[in-house]
Nanobody, 120 residues
Framework: QVKPVESGGGLVQPGGSLRLACAAE??????IGWYRKAPGEEREFVAA????????FYQDSVKDRFTISRDNAKNTVYLQMNSLKPEDTAVYYC???????????????WGQGTQVTVSS
């Protein structure tokens, strides 16, 4: 599988916003999840979206702040992040996922990720 390419990270102040993008050829055929990894911590699930965009899933700590969406014509999945907090600081990755019983599980190749830093 072609590794996804993440972009859109950067440095932002608390309360600010960023929009991340995940792109790869053929991405529209798959359910996609966003994950993040902070230094010294394990990778954790953030959000996921089904192939046609009809269902979304969120970690409780980001629900009502983050929104996952997709533009299948562009083979791109987005993560709009609002009201960012310092604890959101991490490298963010996207990956292909299986969704079974409403539980996203990654199975594809991990890309480089994009760094998100929330600090004043």
């Amino acid at each position: 599988q072609v590794k996804p390419v993440e972009s859109g990270g950067g440095l932002v102040q608390p309360g600010g916003s960023l929009r991340l993008a995940c792109a790869a050829e053929g991405l529209s055929d798959y359910s996609i999840g966003w994950y993040r990894k902070a230094p010294g911590e394990e990778r954790e699930f953030v959000a996921a979206i089904t192939g046609s965009g009809e269902r979304t899933f969120y970690q409780d700590s980001v629900k009502d702040r983050f929104t996952i969406s997709r533009d299948n014509a562009k083979n791109t999945v987005y993560l709009q992040m609002n009201s960012l907090k310092p604890e959101d600081t991490a490298v963010y990755y996207c990956n292909r996922v299986f969704v079974v019983l409403d539980k996203p599980t990654p199975y594809g190749s991990w890309g480089q990720g994009t760094q998100v830093t929330v600090s004043s």
